[in-house]
């Protein structure tokens, strides 16, 4: 029989040093990704995944640095946005914060709204004239399965 090694031997996890946690957020805070903060203290994306998961308090340091440099960015952003000579930095916010309606459209592109209101039409044409209940709530329930897809 296969006997399997006890805890003991087991390899430990691999988790980053105190130094290495601080290093991370210092990077982070100023905008780069996690990636580039694994990259930097030179450990892989999983060691810092790992660490994060192992030490909650870490996880919630790294998700306010995230947000932090989020801010930051915005309120500059702001700042710009509110003198007439940079109109383009509240046009940006325009279309990054509110996309469906002020950002750039391609031709020929359909947007979520679109779709939802074709479905909406083809749901009430199959109302109107299809009398044979059975078979009508069988195409609903055949279009819905589709749309979770």
Known sequence: MYS??????????KRLTPKQQSEVLAI?????????AAR??????YILRQTMSDRPQ????????E???EVFCLSHLRKAAQKEQYWRAA??????RLPDRYGIK???????????KFMAMCMQVIAEELSDDELREKIFSRLAEELEE
């Open 4 to 13: 399997y090694p006890c805890d003991s031997a087991m390899p430990k996890r």
């Open 28 to 36: 982070l805070s100023v905008g780069c990704t996690r990636a580039a």
């Open 40 to 45: 930097c203290i030179r450990c892989t994306p």
């Open 58 to 65: 870490f996880a919630e340091q790294v998700a306010k640095a």
């Open 67 to 69: 947000e932090g440099i």
């Open 91 to 96: 046009a940006w916010i325009l279309e990054r």
């Open 106 to 116: 391609k031709a020929k592109t359909l947007t979520a709204e679109h779709v939802q």
